[in-house]
């Protein structure tokens, strides 16, 4: 054996390994499955692409991960990864757990252990004992080249108490972390947290624990009989759906479902959605002095395609004040692309405004 090859052997002998993570998740059928979110953090010593993090977990589609990460949908694939970032994946519920359904797999090189595989590749989010139990491998340090393992990275499905339905988030603990800032940074609390993950205290927190962390979702209008039923977008990011004809964005400023017909696709073909007069996304505000919060939205009801394509809407009647209690006159302009960290544009009425202060501006320099 080479002598980096026994290095190798003799490090993982020697750095405890992590407890194997197995999130509960109890289905009310025999199997049920969702979509929930792995957090990567790629290698520190390397540039990662967002390609090769697709690549790696096998997504079918890169806006998918894109939206994931609350990035533009003109992003490049050759761009370099946010580290960590998000990977949206399906999760099956089966036996009172959770584990990523078919993806991702991976394709044994020369040299690999499945401790190298799970730590190394797959940056600590499992145990090779958990790719060992998966792919009925009964030496760890003995797998044949070119052998496609599958790797079972742990999910769940389950709503949690005082929260309901979420997207659990698989979350290797940093070191120097503690149960406190990794609730504070994913909007929960440190209770949740320790009673989700089976902690008797903050104490007995880890670095490279694999934590199941809930991510409130936004609320939304979606039909219960609509193919995306079951939608849910976490704070921060934002899902294409209705065949990528309509991006739904989740803000924590209003947490409620936040749907626009897609800019900038050209190859979806998107049947107009409308309520009435008023565009999806669209709101309307009364000019009643006596009622100035008084408003109408369209809002996204989900989509079908029993007969033919079609989006749903639904026309709501809803308070427009902030929580200040402002209405939309008083308030400050904002758009919900901002609330994702995406640019607001200027409105034609500003722009203009712009050009004539600049220009008069500029005579005024030139007169003097």
Same mark, same amino acid.
């Given at each position: 054996m080479a002598p980096l090859s026994l290095l190798l052997l003799l490090l993982a002998a020697l750095t405890p390994s992590p407890?194997? =993570?197995?999130? @509960?998740?109890?289905? %009310?059928?025999?199997? @049920?499955?969702?979509?929930?979110?792995?957090?990567? #953090?790629?290698?520190?010593?390397? #540039?990662? #692409?967002?390609?090769?993090?697709?690549? /790696?977990?096998?997504?079918? $589609?890169?806006?998918?991960? *894109?939206? =994931?990460?609350?990035?533009? *949908?003109? #992003?490049?694939?050759?761009?370099?990864?946010?580290?960590?970032?998000?990977?949206?994946?399906?999760?099956?519920?089966?036996?009172? !757990?959770?584990?990523?359904?078919?993806?991702?797999?991976? %394709?044994?090189?020369?040299?690999?252990?499945?401790?190298?595989?799970?730590? +190394?590749?797959?940056? +600590? /989010? *499992? @145990?090779?004992?958990?790719?060992? !139990? =998966?792919?009925?491998?009964?030496?760890?340090?003995?797998?044949?080249? +070119?052998?496609?393992?599958?790797v079972p990275l742990p999910c769940s499905c389950d709503p949690v108490a005082g929260l309901g339905a979420v997207v659990h988030l698989t979350y290797v603990v940093p070191a120097g972390s503690s149960i406190a800032g990794i609730a504070e940074e994913h909007g929960t609390t440190e209770q949740t947290l320790l009673? /989700?993950?089976?902690?008797?205290?903050? %104490? $007995?927190?880890?670095?490279?624990?694999?934590?199941?962390?809930?991510?409130?979702?936004?609320?939304?209008?979606?039909?219960?009989?609509?193919?995306?039923?079951? *939608?849910?977008?976490?704070? !921060?990011?934002?899902i294409l759906t209705a065949n990528n004809c309509v991006m739904c964005g989740c803000s924590s400023n209003t947490w409620q479902l936040d749907c626009q017909p897609t800019q900038g696709l050209t190859s979806a073909v998107c049947p107009v959605a409308k309520c009435g007069d008023l565009f999806l996304g669209n709101t309307s505000v009364t000019t009643s002095p006596a009622s100035p919060c008084e408003g109408t939205a369209c809002l996204y009801a989900g989509y079908t395609n029993t007969t033919s394509f079609a989006i749903l809407t639904n026309l709501t009647s809803s308070s427009m004040c902030d929580a200040a209690g402002l209405s939309p006159a008083a308030q400050p302009s904002h758009s919900s692309a901002s609330g994702l960290g995406l640019p607001a544009l200027w409105s034609w009425s500003e722009l203009v405004v712009g050009i004539h202060i600049v220009l008069l501006c500029l005579g005024f320099l030139h007169r003097d």
């Open positions: 407890a194997a =993570a197995r999130f @509960t998740c109890n289905a %009310k059928s025999r199997a @049920t499955t969702c979509q929930a979110l792995i957090s990567y #953090t790629p290698p520190p010593n390397a #540039t990662t #692409t967002l390609r090769d993090v697709r690549t /790696l977990f096998q997504l079918r $589609s890169h806006r998918a991960l *894109l939206a =994931a990460n609350a990035l533009p *949908l003109t #992003t490049p694939q050759s761009a370099p990864a946010p580290s960590p970032i998000r990977v949206r994946l399906p999760c099956l519920c089966s036996g009172g !757990a959770g584990a990523t359904f078919q993806r991702p797999t991976y %394709k044994v090189r020369a040299g690999d252990t499945l401790d190298a595989v799970a730590r +190394g590749v797959f940056a +600590g /989010l *499992l @145990t090779y004992r958990d790719i060992a !139990a =998966a792919n009925n491998v009964s030496d760890p340090n003995r797998v044949a080249v +070119g052998q496609d393992l599958r009673q /989700l993950n089976r902690l008797p205290d903050a %104490k $007995s927190l880890l670095a490279g624990q694999v934590l199941d962390v809930p991510l409130r979702v936004c609320s939304s209008a979606i039909s219960n009989t609509a193919i995306d039923s079951n *939608l849910r977008v976490p704070n !921060a990011s934002y």
